[in-house]
């Protein structure tokens, strides 16, 4: 079960904001009262973000990670073996 974030608009309207994701839910303080910190658009108030590394980059983190991965792999293979001259 996921935590129930609850803040305040710019305008002092209550909002609740249930974060997605199972890592996500690991990052968050699990203590009843307990302070974190969000983002969330002023013209789009629902559209809150947890403002952490991990809530923010994981995806570009995990791609870039499978590119350079992909990228070796791409060197590898395209590149000639040397022959020894026997």
């Known amino acids: 079960m996921s935590p ?12 609740t904001f249930r974060p997605r994701g199972s890592a996500t839910r690991a990052l968050i303080p ?7 910190d969000l983002l969330y658009d002023e013209t789009n108030p629902v559209d809150v973000r947890l403002a952490s590394v991990w809530d923010l980059y994981l995806l570009p983190i995990m791609f870039s990670g499978i590119a350079v991965l992909l990228f070796c792999w791409g060197v590898r293979v395209l590149m000639p073996v040397p022959k020894d001259d026997l």
């Not at 129930?4 to 608009?9: E, M, P």
């Not at 203590?31 to 974190?36: A, D, H, K, R, S």
Request: overall charge negative; cysteine-free.
């Open 30 to 36: 699990s203590v009843i009262g307990e302070t974190v």
């Open 4 to 15: 129930i974030v609850k803040y305040t608009g710019e305008q002092g309207e209550q909002r």
